[in-house]
């Protein structure tokens, strides 16, 4: 006997530890969850599922006609259609309606049917002996609950997700105005790019030019050896820097087809620069573009919005402080079946349940009511000083923009003089070289000068675009309907 008892103690002490052994294993496995090390990255499963995952989650973009030029309004219709961001904000906005809906639903009954089936069976002392009995209840209950009154806490809930609903709406009005502003600011960087490698390669085909002169002049004795040298080096600095434009070229391309939605590798066709006019006034005034700024810009109608949610919410905590009236009114039909031994099945069928009111107010909390109230003012006025401060950082936005587009105005027309004046420079600088009356300094000067204005002539159109567009963001112009033309 005792040799049985002790293999069973030894049994028992081998699974022991193997269970202990198990359990720490377990723990090592599954319980690091952080990164085993300081020194080394972390690589698990997880990781690669994730990456797995990933796959589902990327947008796969859209297709876009290579073989078409597109104008900014149709770009604009594009980002507008498939960019994320206007998704996302499209979903909180439902969301937030939804939300409405459920604070709405509180005006409304709660109307609860409920099936229930239960068997009992027990035991029953009856005289000097024990009892089976056994009993079946077959019931269906209806229970209707609502709020007769609450001193408005309802219509608080429901005035707060209404301006919450608003706000995610303005929200997603401002998601459109950002999206439409990196559109327009990309596709004019683009333009930019485009407009400085076109001027970069008439600056080559000028140095070329000149290279080409100096040589002939070289071959036939008329120019010395550091005037060809001064040429060539002029035509690598314009190679160089047509290389450099061409880089910042493929950079727009990309931030432009990222601002649509789509792959940065995209190949997209746009208009050229020189097909666009170039306005030379705006019909506004300053003080006119703030005022519609105030008036429209989504941002500032959102923090509108949160000032009357918050406002709704101070009538939601005032209510606390007075009673509710609920009535709970559970009509039940019900069905027993019964059998105890000895007897025969007995059963009965009857329309049960009752009616409350229930008034409930409360007397005391410790002060939770009162801070709760005291804390929706304070939401309240931190809304209407966060749209105050809004409203004045606008104002010097427009302002702004309005100096910058007006600045932009005057600098096209300088640079467009300063074109003309450097072509007419050059053109007579390259003449009298040829003629031999001025040296090669003298044109590869010109050259350099006619280059930094036919760059400054790109710039200063493109910038005249931008400061347009930019101040149309900046008021709010961008995602305002269009008015008809009667």
């Known amino acids: 006997m005792v040799p049985l008892v ?12 193997a269970l202990v052994v198990f359990l720490l294993c377990a723990r090592s496995t599954f319980g690091q969850i952080a990164p085993g090390s300081p020194d080394h990255p972390w690589h698990t499963s997880a990781e690669q599922q994730l990456q797995t995952g990933m796959k589902g989650v990327r947008n796969p973009g859209f297709a876009v ?28 906005a439902r969301a937030q309606a939804a939300a409405l ?13 409920v099936a229930l089936s239960q068997t009992n069976r027990q035991e029953i002392l009856f005289n000097n002996k024990f009892v089976r009995q056994t009993i079946q209840d077959f019931a269906v209950a209806v229970e209707l609950d609502y709020t007769i009154f609450d001193f408005g806490a309802r219509r608080g809930r429901i005035d707060a997700a209404k301006a919450e609903t608003l706000a995610a709406n303005l929200a997603f ?10 559109v327009q600011r990309a596709y004019y960087q683009l333009l930019n790019a485009s407009g400085q490698e076109d001027a970069a390669r008439a600056d080559l085909a000028n140095a070329q030019a000149v290279q080409q002169s100096a040589e002939e002049r070289l071959n036939n004795g008329l120019a010395t050896l550091p005037d060809v040298l001064e040429a060539r080096s002029a035509t690598a600095q314009a190679e160089y820097e047509l290389q450099t434009v061409l880089g910042a070229e493929e950079i727009a391309l990309g931030d432009l087809a990222t601002s649509l939605g789509t792959s940065p590798t995209t190949a997209i066709h746009v208009q050229a620069l020189k097909d666009l006019t170039i306005p030379d006034s705006v019909g506004d005034t300053v003080d006119a573009a703030i005022d519609r700024a105030l008036a429209q810009r989504p941002d500032l109608l959102q923090q509108v919005a949160q000032i009357r949610s918050a406002n709704a919410r101070i009538k939601e905590a005032t209510a606390a402080f007075y009673p509710s009236l609920h009535v709970t009114a559970a009509p ?33 909390d410790g002060g939770a009511r009162r801070d709760n109230l005291a804390r929706a003012k304070a939401d309240e006025h ?35 003089a300063l074109l003309e004046a450097s072509s007419k420079s050059y053109d007579a600088a390259l003449e009298s070289y040829n003629y031999g009356l001025r040296n090669l300094l003298d044109v590869t000067a010109a050259q350099r000068t006619l280059a930094q204005a036919r760059s400054a002539d790109v710039l200063a159109r493109t910038q005249v675009l931008t400061a347009l567009v930019d101040l149309a963001f900046r008021t709010g112009d961008s995602v305002q309907p269009k008015p008809t033309v009667p």
Request: aromatic share 12%.
């Open 6 to 17: 002790r293999q069973i103690a030894v049994r028992f002490l081998s699974c022991t530890g």
């Open 65 to 92: 006609d290579p073989a078409k030029t597109y104008s900014l309004a149709e770009l604009v219709d594009l980002a507008e259609s498939h960019n994320p961001q206007t998704r996302f904000a499209w979903e909180r």
């Open 101 to 113: 809906g459920i604070a709405r639903s509180e005006l409304y009954p709660t109307l609860v049917a």
């Open 173 to 182: 009005n401002d998601v459109h105005r950002n999206i439409i502003f990196q």
């Open 332 to 364: 039940t039909g019900e069905a027993l079946f019964g059998l105890q031994q000895t007897f025969p099945w007995a059963y009965t069928a009857d329309l049960t349940g009752g009616v409350a009111f229930d008034l409930t107010w409360t007397i005391f």
């Open 382 to 416: 931190a809304a209407e000083a966060q749209a105050n401060a809004t409203s004045d950082q606008i104002a010097n936005e427009v302002w702004a923009a309005y100096s910058n587009l007006h600045t932009a105005f005057r600098q096209h027309l300088s640079a467009e």
